[in-house]
């Protein structure tokens, strides 16, 4: 069993930044690949940016150039680093984790852009 945490959201104005933090314990986290999804009010839920075990990553068109995600296999943490933040990202951010068939949710974390 794996078990996310997140933590780093928040309240910011538009144009400001946020760095979210996901921490993974149970499995071992340089074989799971780990992704970043969020949902606003309204909404289905979204990807907005992965990264594998090897390092590569994928982000939505909404977000490219203004977050990056990124790991830390050490500190068994994954990253999401948001710049130039608008109201449209206001939503709850979610950590994913997969490894084969399983996949594993964090219990998310809002995050809102106004001003």
């Known amino acids: 069993q794996v078990r996310l945490v997140e933590s780093g959201g928040g309240l910011v104005q538009p144009g400001g930044s946020l760095r979210l933090s996901c921490a993974a314990s149970?499995?071992?986290?340089?074989?799971?690949?780990m992704a970043w999804y969020r949902q606003a009010p309204g909404s289905l839920r979204e990807l907005v940016a992965t990264i594998t075990t090897g390092g590569s990553t994928y982000y939505a068109e909404s977000v490219k150039g203004r977050f990056t995600i990124s790991r830390d296999n050490a500190k068994n943490t994954v990253y999401l680093q948001m710049n130039s933040l608008k109201p449209e990202d206001t939503a709850v951010y979610y950590c994913?984790?997969?490894?084969?068939?399983?996949?594993?949710w964090g219990q998310g974390i809002q995050v809102t852009v106004s001003s």
């Open positions: 994913h984790a997969t490894f084969r068939r399983a996949e594993y």
């Open positions: 149970g499995l071992l986290f340089n074989i799971l690949d």
